[in-house]
């Protein structure tokens, strides 16, 4: 899922660039709590939507540890 860059003109959301979304796709929209300022810039939004799309792979391949498991091999370094 990758996140839609938007911004409210006149009360209505307005999206930043073109999105090719199927008619009546439901999205659920969040309120950035950042400031302009605080963006990333394009290598960086690149950079991460990278790391969860490889994430994401990881995901569907079943390449993945679940929470518990984690926190005893944390417990087990320290």
Excluded: C
Excluded at 46 to 67: K, N, Q, T
Aim: charged share 30%; glycine share 8%.
């Amino acid at each position: 899922m990758n996140a839609l860059k938007a911004h409210v003109e006149n009360g209505q959301i307005v999206l930043d660039e073109p999105a090719e979304l199927a008619e009546g796709t439901k999205l659920f929209v969040v309120v950035s709590a950042q400031g302009d300022d605080d963006e990333m810039s394009a290598g960086e939004r690149a950079e991460l939507e990278a790391a969860l799309d490889e994430s994401l792979d990881d995901f569907e391949a079943g390449r993945v540890v679940d929470g518990a498991s984690v926190r005893a091999m944390l417990r087990a370094i320290g």
